[in-house]
């Protein structure tokens, strides 16, 4: 019996000790203070330059480059909304909270680094 208590106890330290307490903006990426460079420009790449790219379909509006990305701010973030402009990308809405993030990047300036 002092045995299965032992084994008991010593599992109970180990999976209590291998859990890690983290909470949502650590682990989907968001922050209070986006940047281009830190966030921005990761959705971008997961998301619209396949297409939206010198070599992409949609060349003529490419999403590569930081002013690239401000220049089409308001269009990107009504399409990444899908209420009013249509849905992009194509493939369907992208997490709530990257739409979240960069709204508040185009609100607070759009911070490059």
């Known amino acids: 019996m002092k045995t299965i208590r032992v084994f008991f106890l010593t599992a ?3 999976v209590l000790g291998a859990c890690e307490s983290n909470t949502y903006e650590e682990v989907s990426g968001y922050t209070d203070t986006p ?25 003529g509006s490419p999403l590569e480059t930081y002013d690239d990305v401000v220049a089409y701010a ?10 009013e402009c ?20 185009i609100a607070q300036g759009y911070v490059q680094q």
């Open 12 to 14: 109970v330290v180990v």
């Open 35 to 59: 940047t281009y460079e830190a966030n921005i420009k990761r959705i971008m790449t997961a998301h619209c330059t396949s297409c939206h790219s010198v070599n992409g379909t949609e060349s």
């Open 74 to 83: 308001e269009s990107i973030a009504c399409k990444m909304d899908g209420q």
């Open 86 to 105: 249509g849905i992009m990308p194509p493939s369907g809405r992208i997490p709530q909270g990257q739409i979240d993030m960069f709204n508040l990047w």
